[in-house]
């Protein structure tokens, strides 16, 4: 397999390696859960859960969560932190390029998994969104904006692995979503990177 596996996800879990981590939730949840883009009721599946931070926040507005990792170490720590919150949520342990649900979601947050893919999974994953998401369901997408030098000579560097947005649009194209007119809010992140906030309607 391309990219990092199970063990690399396992190990920087367990030594509390994620600089990534907000250690909060991503501030987009707000925005629109304000908007009514996320509302009370709804199924949401968080796909690459991490720590539990987007999925607390989640189920403390009403939402059905489901969160899916290919870690235990990191649903072991959404695990707890559902439960200090005394929160619940539906915890799967599976490959997100592999995992299918009973049914489809109303949404799917994507804000990390996609990113921490290698390229080379970025059809099918884009394939597992598109069963993941009802008709007229949202992928709810925060696409990484971190493009590096080494890019320029064809170099793929990561996790996290740059989205770039032609590529985006390639594999979750206008016949199968609905896309909003640019430009998109720009999320930033603490690492000095942003990520595209993209509300997407499934057709």
């Known amino acids: 397999?391309?990219?990092?596996?199970?063990?690399?996800?396992?190990?920087?879990?367990?030594?509390?390696?994620?600089?990534?981590?907000?250690g909060a939730?991503?501030?987009?949840?707000?925005?629109?859960?304000?908007?009514?883009?996320?509302?009370?009721?709804?199924?949401?599946?968080?796909?690459g859960c991490g720590s539990g931070h987007d999925v607390l926040a989640l189920a403390q507005a009403g939402c059905h969560v489901t969160a899916l990792d290919l870690a235990p170490a990191a649903l072991g720590l959404t695990r707890s932190r559902l439960a200090a919150a005394g929160r619940t949520a539906v915890l799967v342990e599976?490959?997100?390029?592999?995992w299918q649900p009973a049914q489809p979601f109303d949404a799917v947050y994507e804000q990390t998994c996609w990113c921490a893919l290698h390229p080379d999974h970025w059809v099918g994953y884009a394939a597992q969104l598109q069963r993941w998401v009802r008709p007229g369901g949202r992928l709810l997408l925060l696409a990484m904006q971190c493009r590096r030098e080494a890019a320029a000579h064809g170099r793929i560097e990561g996790p996290p692995y740059h989205m770039d947005i032609h590529a985006v649009r390639a594999l979750a194209p206008a016949a199968a979503w609905d896309?909003?007119?640019?430009?998109?809010?720009?999320?930033?992140?603490?690492?000095?990177?942003?990520?595209?906030?993209i509300v997407l309607a499934r057709r």
Do not use: C, K
């Open 25 to 47: 939730p991503g501030p987009q949840i707000a925005a629109w859960l304000a908007a009514g883009v996320l509302a009370a009721g709804q199924r949401v599946l968080v796909p």
């Open 94 to 98: 599976g490959d997100a390029l592999r």
């Open 1 to 22: 397999m391309s990219g990092p596996g199970v063990d690399f996800w396992q190990q920087r879990f367990e030594r509390g390696d994620t600089p990534w981590d907000r």
């Open 179 to 197: 896309w909003p007119m640019p430009p998109y809010p720009a999320v930033p992140h603490p690492r000095g990177w942003a990520e595209l906030a």
